[in-house]
């Protein structure tokens, strides 16, 4: 999907793609007011400025250098003249890992996909293990219960 000429910010991107998008906001001309999105994660914040796009609309443009990471994102974006401030609009965007810097072991299944997996290889090998708890020379070991782990699986299975 190509992520130029579009005329408002998409959903979802990639992480390191370009992405380009135009707002045209008739009280606020890019030659008085300046359009900025301010993008937050955890305790990461991105902005975006947008520049006068030659039309009397703003153009926002996204790239490899603006840093973004996969993720979740809210955002907000607002029109300031240097005294005045007004917000436009909010959202979310979803970023996508980019796999070409993906770390080596990088792991993109979804937390619900990794936790049913860890449920099931331990009931896989609870399978031929029959002790729930026991104590060696004074320390002590207590697994989850066998229908405990299923029902949690069943939930998990249920997403």
């Not at 796009?53 to 240097?82: I, M, P, Q």
């Not at 005045?84 to 959202?91: A, F, I, K, P, S």
């Not at 029959?130 to 699986?153: C, F, H, N, T």
């Amino acid at each position: 999907m190509g992520y130029t000429n579009l005329n408002r910010i998409p959903d979802d991107f990639r992480a390191g793609d370009t992405v380009k998008w135009v707002q045209n906001l008739t009280d606020y001309q890019p030659d008085n007011w300046t359009l900025k999105y301010v993008f937050v994660k955890d305790s990461d914040q991105i902005i975006v400025i947008g520049t006068d796009n030659g039309d009397g609309s703003h153009l926002l443009t996204v790239n490899s250098a603006t840093g973004f990471e996969d993720g979740n994102y809210k955002w907000t974006s607002f029109v300031t003249d240097g005294i005045d401030r007004h917000t436009v609009e909010n959202g979310r965007v979803e970023v996508a890992v980019n796999y070409e810097t993906a770390t080596t072991g990088y792991d993109d299944r979804s937390h619900v996909k990794k936790t049913l997996d860890a449920l099931e290889a331990t009931l896989e090998g609870r399978a031929s293990k029959d002790q729930e708890s026991y104590s060696i020379a004074g320390r002590s070991l207590s697994r989850m219960p066998v229908p405990d782990l299923i029902i949690w699986k069943n939930k998990y299975e249920a997403y």
